[in-house]
């Protein structure tokens, strides 16, 4: 099984409706992360989270909101989903005793399509 | 603010040629990390290498080595006699000593490597 797992892995909604992205671990690490995957323009950060009582913004956090229901579990949610939200998402981990040297863990991606 | 480019979109290369991947980053800090990532088609994340700002020694791991100059802000990668199963995307990342373990990603490469 996966250390870093992502639910759904695909998806299709409107625009308009109210998606959750969910992603849980097993690595025991205090550090969550939410990337977007857009072509061309690699992955960028939309939330992180270095324990369950920290939640901070990334460079896109517009249209989003997150959740950290515990340290394993790390949740995105699209209020209200809209056509450039469509991409691919991803959910890292990592560990803090490797600080800002800490290779991240990905998981598989959640690709999203917003008609 | 960091910031990573790679300036190529695509490559495209036959099988055995040599092949170069550019890396170039910003950051004001002085104590930074340097990383590559590569996503088969497959569409994970796999960790290739990490590198930190105080050593500048260059590493090679089989086919796979890295460049690393401070002098030109540059992090490249290389990858000798290539084959088909390199084909991927490949992501450089920085990370900053102030900005925690939030990796900031280039744009990626697409690598194509023909028969």
């Known amino acids: 099984d996966a250390d870093v797992t992502q639910t759904p892995r695909n998806r299709i909604t409107k625009t308009g409706k109210r998606i959750m992205l969910e992603c849980s671990q097993t690595?025991?690490?205090?550090?969550m992360y939410w990337y977007r995957q857009d072509p061309g323009l690699g992955l960028r950060l939309i939330y992180y989270s270095f324990d369950v009582k920290d939640i901070n913004k990334g460079e896109i956090s517009d249209g989003y909101s997150v959740s950290r229901q515990a340290q394993a579990k790390f949740s995105l949610s699209l209020e209200s989903a809209i056509p450039n939200q469509t991409a691919l998402y991803f959910c890292?981990?990592?560990?803090?005793?490797?600080?800002?040297?800490?290779?991240?863990?990905f998981g598989e991606g959640s690709r999203l399509t917003v008609l | 603010a960091q910031k990573v480019t790679q300036a190529q979109t695509e490559i495209s290369v036959v099988e055995k040629e040599d092949v170069t991947l550019d890396c170039v980053y910003e950051t004001r800090d002085t104590t930074y990390y340097l990383f590559w990532y590569k996503q088969p088609p497959s569409g994970e994340l796999v960790f290739l290498i990490r590198r930190n700002s105080f050593d500048e020694q260059n590493e090679i791991s089989g086919r796979y080595s890295w460049n690393f100059q401070k002098s030109t802000s540059s992090f490249n990668f290389t990858i000798t006699a290539s084959q088909v199963v390199d084909s991927a995307v490949y992501f450089c990342?920085?990370?900053?000593?102030?900005?925690?373990?939030?990796?900031?990603f280039g744009e990626g490469t697409q690598l194509t490597v023909n028969p």
């Open positions: 690595k025991g690490h205090d550090r």
């Open positions: 890292a981990t990592s560990d803090k005793a490797g600080g800002h040297s800490g290779e991240l863990f």
């Open positions: 990342a920085l990370s900053e000593e102030t900005s925690g373990s939030r990796l900031t």
